[in-house]
């Protein structure tokens, strides 16, 4: 993410929540848009396919309290009027470079130069996703971020797993190193731009800058271009790797591994893996946060007179559950440390709720032994007050 990313990108905007959000808030409204706009149910749609890039780099940022408090600090900084430039809010597409970079001279000097000194530290990580090339060809270049995603059993998701990858990601053309010419030659730097990539128009009060024509921003150019990649220097790369992933990952989570992404380019770092996690449902277990859940038939008569119970737990034998004498149709009852396994090594718990079930079909002795108990508790109607109580409200 480069500065100018920060400015122009209103990341709130993208995924509809106020500037104040909560972190939940976020994780909510990017969850909603992921599904809707996830390429695997637009095939092909490539509207959808970049509103999905959008709302993914929104979410990055949004969802990590570091560099979302960055990206509240260089938005503040910038609405409030450095060095007298008061170019608005958001969505803007101005160039910071212009300001406070190259043509610093006409900007106010020494100001400015501080000021990109400032913005250089803060946003010291490298483009991502090599989205403008202004720089020069041969400067460090950080590896493309890479989204995939995988389905994971109900178990696997509780406690972890590794899971086998095979990405395809946009690597430097092997033949020429990414340099888009063909081996024994060298690019040259383009004479239009003097190898800046970008050229810059002024509009009134602003400087517009945008990617030089000649050389369509990479400020080189081949004259004879590498025949494996066409003098584009990049080469699809696929590879296969081993991903860990955490024991809890819930459904539509994203899970994110470092410096698992697309190779740096002329030592650059890589760059990050996003994995995008599917839960299947399990027939017997649900799941709520750290805790699983599941449904225990009880008979009436354990749950009137009391019982011991055998309730099945995720993995490993099943585990006594003591019903009380008494316990209502639908009671939760705990079991500590059954449940899901946490970042920090506890397990949540596993809630276990009754269900009374009513025999469907009876013999001849219990039949007799229900007529009885019903004539012994003839007195206590269940519903003495309840057609008072439906009157008062
Ligand atoms: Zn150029
Ligand atoms: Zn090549």
């Given at each position: 993410m480069s500065t100018k990313d920060y400015l122009e990108k209103d990341y709130y905007a993208v995924l509809g929540?106020?500037?104040?959000?909560?972190a939940d808030e976020i994780k909510k409204a990017y969850r909603k848009l992921a599904r809707q706009y996830h390429p695997d149910t637009n095939q092909g749609d490539a509207a959808k396919e970049t509103k999905f890039k959008e709302v993914s780099e929104a979410y990055d940022i949004l969802s990590d309290g570091k560099r979302r408090k960055e990206y509240d600090e260089a938005r503040t900084l910038f609405g409030s009027?450095?060095?007298?430039?008061?170019?608005?809010?958001?969505?803007?597409?101005?160039d910071f470079g212009d300001l406070f970079g190259g043509t610093a001279g006409q900007q106010g000097g020494g100001a400015g130069e501080r000021l990109g000194d400032l913005f250089g530290g803060l946003f010291n990580r490298g483009g991502a996703g090599?989205?403008?090339?202004?720089?020069?060809?041969t400067r460090p270049r950080r590896g493309q971020d890479v989204e995939s995603e995988v389905t994971l059993a109900f178990t696997e998701a509780v406690e972890g797993t590794t899971v086998s990858l095979r990405l395809t990601s946009s690597a430097a053309c092997t033949a020429c190193s990414g340099t888009?010419?063909?081996?024994g030659t060298t690019p040259r730097v383009c004479p239009t731009c003097e190898g800046t990539g970008a050229a810059s128009r002024n509009l009134g009060n602003f400087a517009f800058s945008e990617p030089c024509r000649d050389c369509k921003g990479r400020g080189l150019l081949v004259d004879d271009p590498c025949p494996v990649c066409e003098g584009n220097g990049r080469a699809k790369s696929t590879r296969t790797i081993q991903a860990r992933i955490p024991a809890g990952v819930a459904d539509g989570q994203r899970v994110k591994l470092k410096g698992k992404g697309a190779p740096g380019e002329n030592g650059g770092p890589a760059g990050d893996l996003y994995i995008l996690t599917h839960v299947k449902p399990h027939p017997v277990f649900g799941r709520t946060g750290d805790n699983l859940t599941i449904t225990v038939p009880v008979t009436f008569s354990e749950a009137a007179l009391g019982a011991e119970i055998k309730v099945p737990i995720l993995k490993g034998m099943p585990v006594t559950l003591r019903v009380p004498a008494g316990t209502p149709n639908g009671r939760t009852f705990r079991v500590r440390g059954r449940g899901v396994t946490r970042k920090d090594g506890t397990k949540g718990d596993l809630l276990a709720s009754v269900e009374v079930l009513v025999p469907k079909t009876l013999d001849d002795k219990s039949r007799e032994l229900l007529t009885e108990f019903n004539t012994a508790t003839a007195?206590?109607?269940?519903?003495?007050d309840l057609i008072q109580r439906a009157r008062s409200e």
């Open positions: 929540v106020p500037k104040t959000a909560t009027g450095v060095g007298g430039q008061r170019p608005g809010g958001g969505g803007f597409p101005f090599g989205s403008t090339r202004t720089t020069s060809a888009g010419a063909k081996a007195g206590d109607d269940p519903r003495a």
